[in-house]
């Protein structure tokens, strides 16, 4: 069972499904009665917006898969405020109820709790979509390093799932994908057709990126054999508020270690670097391919641009905050178990989305890390808990 409240689930699905009954598994009756007219009608309404770009505002339904999770939350909010209607699936794994807490009375959001290869769930909450944004995964380098078949299963399964259902109802498919595609890199910034190289099989955190590939390699497949509009998206680091630093994210991390006065963990020497991008860029970077009537077949690259070393993260992070943490080196081999390679560089070219879109991130690494700071603040009303990290042999900076 996953780690979450019963109870709450329960009342928020009450609450949102209030026609519901055990047999439909908290799937709004309204969604079991579609007809194949009407889905056959959507299919037309969408391909003919396709046709004409500015003419194609219409609301539409969008099922997000992850929903609960940091980015999906702040994707619904930001879909809902556009007038889009939001159907959200995700089984709470390592998503969180309290981060769509806020929607439960919006008319146009319907949740389920359920797993990506629960059908009856997908298939009639796709059989209402008009896109369907996957971001359900496993993800995370301290869950994907302890879990490799939970990586492996939910990651190729989740997509495959959501492929064949996007295929049988005609919608316009985003899949998320990841920066770790690139593996080792082949030099700096990364664009999207570069080669990639990945370490052997025999370690075990290089399953995700594989995952991650085999999910691309079908998303274009579906669209190559079957006339599927598929879009994939590369996320690199990407933060904000609601980002829990217990799957290993640095920021929230760091920045909660700052608030408590708790050591700041820096991995390794802390020469490797990072771009950051905040999840409103990245959203917005979402919504508009989501619209966007040239975007599908492609792969696009989604991150901030403005490289940091770790170490002078952790440094930046301590002035800001205004910390008494001391800054701590912890060796890879205390932090990660097994062998683990972290990457030295990771840098997006974002020239193809933004030829496309004209887009670009807005907001700064300090920004970033002051709108982290004030979420911690808010969650914990000035008592930030600490941040799950065991905090292994350190040394100080
Ligand atoms: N890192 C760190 N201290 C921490 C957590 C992470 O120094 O407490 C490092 C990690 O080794 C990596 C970088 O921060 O070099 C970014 O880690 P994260 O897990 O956020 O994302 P990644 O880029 O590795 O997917």
């Not at 664009?191 to 079908?218: H, I, N, P, Q």
């Not at 829990?244 to 929230?252: A, C, D, E, K, L």
């Amino acid at each position: 069972m996953a780690k979450h409240n019963l109870e709450s689930e329960n009342n928020l699905r009450r609450t949102k499904t209030k026609k519901t009954n055990r047999k439909n598994e908290g799937i709004p009756n309204e969604l079991l009665s579609v007809t194949k007219k009407q889905r056959e009608q959507r299919k037309e309404a969408f391909k003919s917006a396709i046709l004409d770009y500015n003419l194609k505002q219409a609301p539409k339904t969008i099922l997000i898969t992850g929903c609960s999770g940091f980015i999906g939350s702040h994707l619904a909010d930001a879909l809902l405020a556009q007038g889009h209607r939001v159907l959200a699936i995700d089984n709470l794994s390592t998503g969180r109820l309290d981060n769509i807490r806020h929607l439960q009375e919006n008319p146009d959001f319907n949740f389920a709790c359920a797993n990506m290869t629960y059908e009856v769930v997908l298939d009639r909450m796709a059989s209402q979509a008009d896109v369907i944004i996957h971001l359900a995964a496993a993800v995370g380098v301290k869950l994907i390093v302890e879990r490799p078949v939970h990586t492996i299963e939910t990651n190729v399964m989740g997509t495959e799932a959501v492929l064949q259902v996007g295929r049988r109802y005609g919608c316009r498919i985003l899949i998320a994908s990841t920066s770790e595609v690139y593996g080792k890199g082949n030099g700096i910034p990364y664009r999207e057709d570069d080669d990639v190289v990945l370490g052997a099989t025999s370690k075990s955190r290089w399953a995700y990126a594989a995952s991650k590939m085999v999910d691309e390699f079908l998303g274009l497949a579906y669209q190559q054999e079957y006339n599927v509009p598929v879009v994939l998206l590369r996320l690199f680091n990407t933060v904000g508020p609601r980002q829990t630093g217990r799957y290993g994210m640095v920021i929230p991390r760091l920045v909660a270690q700052a608030l408590t006065g708790e050591a700041i963990t820096v991995y390794g020497d802390g020469m490797q670097s990072r771009c950051f991008c905040d999840v409103s860029d990245v959203v917005r970077a979402i919504t508009g391919l989501v619209e966007h009537p040239e975007a599908p077949g492609r792969v696009y690259n989604i991150g901030g641009t403005e490289e940091i070393k770790i170490l002078d993260l952790a440094k930046r992070i301590k002035a800001l905050m205004d910390s008494p943490s001391e800054i701590v080196h912890i060796p890879y081999a205390d932090a990660y178990p097994g062998g683990f390679e972290d990457m030295q560089r990771r840098v997006p070219d974002t020239n193809r989305i933004h030829e496309l879109l004209g887009w670009q991130p807005k907001l700064s690494l300090d920004q970033i890390l002051l709108r982290v700071r004030d979420d911690f603040k808010t969650q914990f009303a000035g008592e930030p808990k600490a941040t799950q990290a065991s905090v292994p042999t350190a040394k100080a900076s």
